[in-house]
C-alpha cells in the first residue's frame, strides 16, 4: 500500500536542547512509529483527508515543537494541561499555545513508580514519568503546567511535580451549586491574571472574544466529524476519529479546524456516495468512560480488530471536549468570563456530585450516534468513572441496550481476557 | 458432522456432533504447543466443519478451524444442549471465570468475567493445592473434610500463597487452609452472580465444575435460592458448544 515505512521525524538536536533523555526518546519515536503504520496505516477505506492527521504524528516531535518554540521566543506562555476545565480561551487571548499533555503510554511509567505509589491511575503515573523521565518534548517546552483538583491521585501529583516544573492548581468545583460556580469564577479569574503575569500585559476584550470564537470553531469542527459519523455505513473509522480528537489537544487551533472541516467535506461526500469504512453489518459501539489519551488506542484496536465499529467517544478525549461552546455574544470582559464559565460548568465529568446530566447526555449519545451497543471504558484506580459506571449500566438495563463495562490500565497483559470480553459483546450483539 | 475444538490454557477439549448427538469427544494437556496437539487430535476425523473456541481460538482459525466463537457463546450452547431452560451458566476454566446471562431463547443477554488476574480461577486452586501438597484432583475433596474454616483474606493469587504459608507455619492443618481457599473462590463466585443475577438453576461447566467442594459450599452459600446442576463432562462444554454451533 505505502511503499516508504512511516516514520515520526526525529529531531535529536533540537531534543538535546530542551534537556531531553535522547537515546531513550528515539526508541519511544521509533516504536510509536511502528506502532502507527500497523494499527492506522493498515486501514482500508481510509479518507484521503486523514494524510494531514497522519502528518502531525510524523511530526509530533518535531515540527510542532518547533512552531511552538516560536511561540514562546515572541514571549507568549506556553501552558500544559490535563483536563478539559482548563479554559484555553484565556491562553488563546493571550497570545500562547495550550498543549493538552501526554499520558497515555506505559513506556513512562516505570519513571514514575520510582516516586509514586504503584496502585494509582495509569494516567497521572504515565503523566508523571514523561516529565521524570524528560522523554516528552511537549513536557519540555511548557512555561507552567496548569493542575486541577478533578481527582486525588492529580491533586497530590501536582505538589510533587511542581518539583520538576512550575505547576499551578485550579480548584474545581465538585458539586454546581451557585457559590460553587462563584467558585469556580473565582478560579477562572486567577489563571487569568497568571497568564497576564507571563506575558507581561492584560488581556483585552477583544482578544478573548477573538479567542472564544476561535475556540468554539475548533469545537463546533469536532461536533461536525461527530455528526457525520453517525451515518450507517460510517463514513470514518473509531480509531482515525479517536486519533483527531487527541490531535485537538496540541495543533494549532486554527488550522486543525479547518483541516477538520476539510475532512468533514469528504465524509459528506462519502455519505452522499454510500461509502464507508464498514459494512452495514458491522457492530455500531459507542464508548463512554475515561480518557483516552495519546498515544492509547487499546479498546477502539480491540473493538474494530474483532469487527466492529466505533461511532462515538462520550470522554474527556471526545465529546465532553467539545459538546458545549461559549456564547459569543459577551461584551465586556465581565460578561464574557461569566459565559465562558457557564460553558465550563456544564462539563459533566464525574468528578462532580451529583452528575445525573451525565447519565442522561451518554443515552442522547447513544441515540444520537445510532449505536447498538456501549462499552464503558474506566481506568483502573479511577474511583468517580468506576463507581459512576453502576448508573450508567442501570439506565443501560433499563433502555435494553448492550453494555459492557471494562476496567483496565496501559499495559498489554489483560489483552487476551479483554479480547473475549469484547468478542463475546459484539456476539451478543449479532445474535 | 460438526467438530467443536477448545483450546483452553490448561487443557484442549474436542466434540463431535452427527445429527444433534455427541459421537466423540477428547481431552488432552495444552502443553507448550497446543496448535500441533490440536492438529494430533483432529487427525482421525474425516471432513468437517471445525468450530473453534478458548483462548487458542484465533491461531485455529489461522490454520484449520472454518470459524470461531467466544467460550462464552460456546458455553452457553453447552449449557442450553443439556439443560434446555437454563438461564444461567457459571464457568470455571483455567484462567478466567465467567457467570453468563441468558434469554429465553438461549442467546447470552449478559455476563461478568473475571479480570486480568487468576484470582478465583482453576489456576488458583491448582496453586494453592500445590502449595499445600495436595493433587488438584484431591483438593476438592481434602477440603470436604475440613470441619473448621480459616479465611483467606488475598485474592491475589500471589500474596494468597504468601498467606496460605504463614497459615502452614502456625501449624494450622492444611484441610483447614484448604478448606479456606475454596471459601475464597465461592465468596467471589457468589458475588459475581448477585452483581449479574441469576435463575433459580445454575449449570456449573468447565474444569473447576469437577472439584467437588466448590460446588458444595456455591450451593451452600445459596441455600434455596439456586439449585447448581452440571453436565456429566463439564469440561467439555465448550467444544460441544462449538460443536452444535457448528452443525446449525
Known sequence: ?431 | MAIGIDLGSRTIKLAVIRDGEIVDQQLTESGFDPYSQAREMLKRYGAAKIVATGYGRHLAHEHFADEVITEIKAHALGARYFFPFCRTVVDIGGQDSKVIGLDKKGRVSNFQMNDKCAAGTGRFLEIMAASLGFSLNDFGAAALKSKTEVMINSMCTVFAESEVISMKNRGIPTVDIARGVHHSVVNRLAAMLERLGYDEEIVFSGGVARNPCIGHMLQKCLGERARIISPPDPDLMGAIGAALHGSR
Open chain 1, 1 to 431: 500500500m505505502n511503499s516508504k515505512k512511516f516514520e515520526v521525524a526525529a529531531y535529536p538536536k533540537m531534543w538535546e536542547g530542551l534537556g531531553m533523555d535522547v537515546a531513550r526518546f528515539d526508541k519511544a519515536r521509533q516504536m510509536l512509529g511502528e506502532v502507527y503504520d500497523k494499527l492506522f496505516l493498515s486501514q482500508t477505506e481510509r479518507p484521503r483527508k486523514m494524510a494531514y492527521f497522519d502528518a502531525m504524528i510524523a511530526e509530533i516531535f518535531g515540527g510542532r515543537i518547533k512552531e511552538i518554540l516560536a511561540v514562546k521566543k515572541s514571549a507568549k506562555p506556553v501552558v500544559g494541561t490535563f483536563c478539559v476545565y482548563i479554559p484555553e480561551e484565556i491562553v488563546v487571548a493571550a497570545g500562547g499555545v495550550c498543549i493538552g499533555l501526554c499520558g497515555g503510554s506505559p513506556g513512562s511509567i516505570p519513571d514514575a513508580e520510582k516516586i509514586l505509589p504503584r496502585n494509582i491511575c495509569p494516567m497521572v503515573k504515565s503523566a508523571y514519568g514523561f516529565k521524570a523521565g524528560r522523554i516528552c518534548p511537549y513536557f519540555q517546552v511548557v512555561d507552567f503546567v496548569y493542575g486541577e483538583t478533578t481527582c486525588d491521585a492529580k491533586k497530590k501529583t501536582w505538589e510533587l511535580l511542581d518539583r520538576l516544573v512550575p505547576t499551578h492548581v485550579m480548584e474545581i468545583p465538585q458539586m454546581k451549586r451557585a457559590r460553587d460556580r462563584a467558585l469556580w469564577l473565582e478560579e477562572v479569574k486567577d489563571f487569568k491574571a497568571k497568564v497576564e503575569d507571563i506575558c507581561g500585559s492584560e488581556i483585552s476584550e477583544d482578544n478573548l472574544a477573538g479567542a472564544i470564537r476561535l475556540i468554539n470553531r475548533k469545537r463546533l469542527a469536532l461536533q461536525r466529524l461527530t455528526k457525520l459519523r453517525a451515518n450507517i455505513p460510517a463514513p470514518i473509522s473509531g480509531k482515525d476519529a479517536l486519533l483527531i480528537e487527541q490531535i485537538a489537544f496540541y495543533d494549532e487551533p486554527e488550522r486543525f479546524a479547518a483541516k477538520v472541516n476539510e475532512l468533514c467535506d469528504e465524509l459528506a461526500e462519502r455519505v452522499e456516495a454510500g461509502r464507508g469504512v464498514a459494512g452495514p453489518e458491522s457492530p455500531r459501539i459507542m464508548v463512554s468512560g475515561t480518557p483516552m489519551a495519546l498515544p492509547n488506542w487499546k479498546i477502539h484496536n480491540l473493538l474494530e480488530s474483532a469487527g466492529a465499529v466505533v461511532v462515538n467517544e462520550e470522554s474527556c478525549i471526545g465529546t465532553r471536549y467539545f459538546k458545549d461552546v461559549i456564547d459569543e455574544n459577551g461584551g465586556s470582559m465581565a460578561e464574557q468570563l461569566a459565559n465562558l464559565t457557564d460553558r465550563y460548568m456544564r462539563i459533566d465529568c464525574s468528578c462532580f456530585t451529583p452528575n445525573d446530566e451525565r447519565v442522561e447526555q451518554v443515552l442522547r449519545e447513544y441515540r444520537q450516534s445510532k449505536a447498538q451497543g456501549i462499552l464503558h471504558y474506566s481506568l483502573q484506580f479511577c474511583h468517580t468513572y468506576n463507581i459512576e459506571e453502576i448508573k450508567i449500566r442501570e439506565a443501560c438495563e433499563r433502555e435494553a441496550i448492550p453494555y459492557l463495562s471494562i476496567e483496565t490500565d496501559y499495559s498489554a497483559e489483560d489483552t487476551g481476557q479483554l479480547q473475549t470480553r469484547i468478542e463475546a459483546f459484539l456476539e451478543q450483539i449479532g445474535d
